[in-house]
């Protein structure tokens, strides 16, 4: 389920760099908040193929963490433990139901941008009509990269800080939140488009909580046999 979870992060990966970092070599110009001029030159099946890596990846996504829910559970002492065992289940479920809406949310954008632009050739009006439909879903994305990413950015320091789960304290910044600041203020300073780099970095935080999870397996795993190798 872990492993399944992890293709499913991938998927988005995949995704955010269809949409974004395969750019015919283009540099970006920002148009205005969130919009890209490289989105009008590229073709519509990229949006496409983006959102239907996003439908794949979501389902995915809930296996693996509803599997790292349980590993979570079989660790728990206290209730501060439990507190963070249940900030952790409310991040992976509004993740579960809100990512594929964020990630189509972008697609979305970037199809309203070109369609209006082929339409009218007035780049102004396009980015206008993105704009607003940016502004109408502002409030429920920001809402849902907080119950997503900043829940199990909590959760995770939490449960690795106390040591709730036997990892090292490498585990501290495997979150959604750390690694791409992380990454976006290392990438920044890289030419382009190396520093393009960042556009995958969120979903890269969500894979790196399951890796977390086979790390406790395999550790499991090894204090099991070293168990049944004493007592033999």
């Not at 293709?7 to 955010?16: E, F, N």
């Not at 433990?81 to 697609?107: E, N, P, T």
């Amino acid at each position: 389920m872990l492993v399944l979870g992890m293709i499913g992060c991938a998927c988005y990966m995949l995704g955010d760099q269809l949409w974004m970092f395969l750019a015919y070599g283009q540099k970006s110009e920002e148009l205005g908040l969130m919009l890209d001029s490289r989105w009008l030159d590229m073709p519509y099946w990229r949006f496409m193929a983006s959102i239907l890596l996003g439908a794949i990846g979501t389902p995915l996504y809930y296996l693996g963490f509803r599997e790292m829910h349980g590993i979570v559970m079989k660790y728990v002492k206290t209730k501060a433990d439990r507190r963070m065992a249940k900030v952790f289940q409310v991040g992976y479920l509004a993740g579960s139901m809100c990512w594929i809406y964020v990630h189509a949310l972008c697609m979305v954008l970037s199809i309203v941008l070109k369609s209006v632009y082929e339409t009218c050739g007035d780049l102004d009006a396009a980015v206008a009509v993105a704009e607003r439909v940016l502004s109408c879903n502002l409030i429920p994305c920001l809402a849902a990269f907080a119950a997503g990413d900043g829940c199990l950015m909590i959760a995770m320091l939490a449960l690795v800080g106390r040591k709730t789960l036997s990892v090292g304290k490498w585990a501290l910044l495997c979150n959604p939140v750390l690694i791409p600041l992380i990454i976006g203020n290392l990438t920044t300073m890289l030419p382009w488009p190396v520093n393009q780099f960042d556009h995958f970095s969120e979903s890269l935080g969500h894979l790196a909580i399951l890796a977390v999870g086979m790390v406790v397996i395999y550790k499991e795993q090894e204090n099991r046999n070293k168990k049944e190798t004493g007592s033999s």
